[in-house]
């Protein structure tokens, strides 16, 4: 069974067309909401359904430390992290939900081959290919990972490298990654960060951090953040 995680600030409303359908899903146990904009949350008719849970700080806590929160004591083995700016085919749920175990590392979707106009070149057959260094731009829009494989992202990093952080501590751990090819989807992009400029203030800063605290001692085998 899964847990869909999504940090918002309500950017998006297709997003929160398609959820009404992730809701009916069966293999959807629980539906997380981390509200980092609970003035403009539209109180949608269906978030009385009992899978979902919403959690605020009644302010923005960034989304990496949305993406811990969102982890934690969940009941489905396996979690989905989903940015509220992207709308797919969700079929991948059902795969992802039989596919996902403790013994390899995360399923991430990729975007490397995408048109001007942000609609991937696709065939719609989705594939869940090991990664052995092919692109992974893209890979934290939407992704899944055994609840028993999740660290915590180090807390000084706010917006960035959270989906880095993920996918390194796996392929350190010797937990083998897979990307999602072939998936249908609109990605409309950084709805929240890229307002204003909110990823390049934090971009600097978090890059060096993770460059030369995190990615040491991920190297060194230390998983303790």
Same mark, same amino acid.
């Given at each position: ?32 909401i981390?509200?980092? #904009? ?25 989304? /990496? ?16 992290y ?29 975007e490397?081959?995408?048109? #001007? ?27 899944? &990972?055994?609840?028993? /494989? ?8 706010? &917006?960035?490298y ?17 990307? &999602? #090819? ?22 600097p ?21």
């Open positions: 069974m899964i847990r869909v995680i999504v940090p918002t600030m309500w950017k998006y409303m297709p997003f929160w067309d398609m959820a009404r359908y992730i809701l009916k899903m069966d293999v959807v146990e629980e539906f997380i981390i509200d980092n #904009d609970p003035k403009n949350n539209p109180k949608l008719d269906y978030f009385t359904d009992p899978k979902i849970k919403f959690i605020s700080f009644n302010e923005n806590i960034f989304v /990496n430390p949305a993406w811990n929160c969102g982890a934690w004591n969940s009941k489905a083995e396996v979690l989905c989903i940015c509220d700016d992207v709308i797919f085919d969700l079929k991948v749920l059902y795969l992802a939900n039989e596919f996902v175990t403790k013994d390899m590392g995360g399923l991430f979707m990729t490397h081959l995408i048109k #001007d106009d942000k609609v991937p070149v696709t065939t719609g057959n989705i594939e869940f290919t090991p990664y052995t260094g092919q692109s992974t731009y893209g890979y934290g829009v939407l992704f899944f &990972i055994h609840k028993d /494989n999740w660290i915590d992202i180090p807390e000084e990093l706010l &917006i960035c959270g989906d880095n952080f993920v996918f390194d501590q796996c392929e350190y751990r010797n937990l083998q990654n897979y990307m &999602i #090819d072939n998936l249908f989807h609109y990605h409309a992009g950084a709805q929240t960060s890229g307002i204003n400029g909110i990823s390049a203030k934090f971009y800063r978090e890059r060096q951090y993770y460059e030369t605290k995190v990615l040491p001692k991920l190297m060194n085998r230390d998983f303790n953040f």
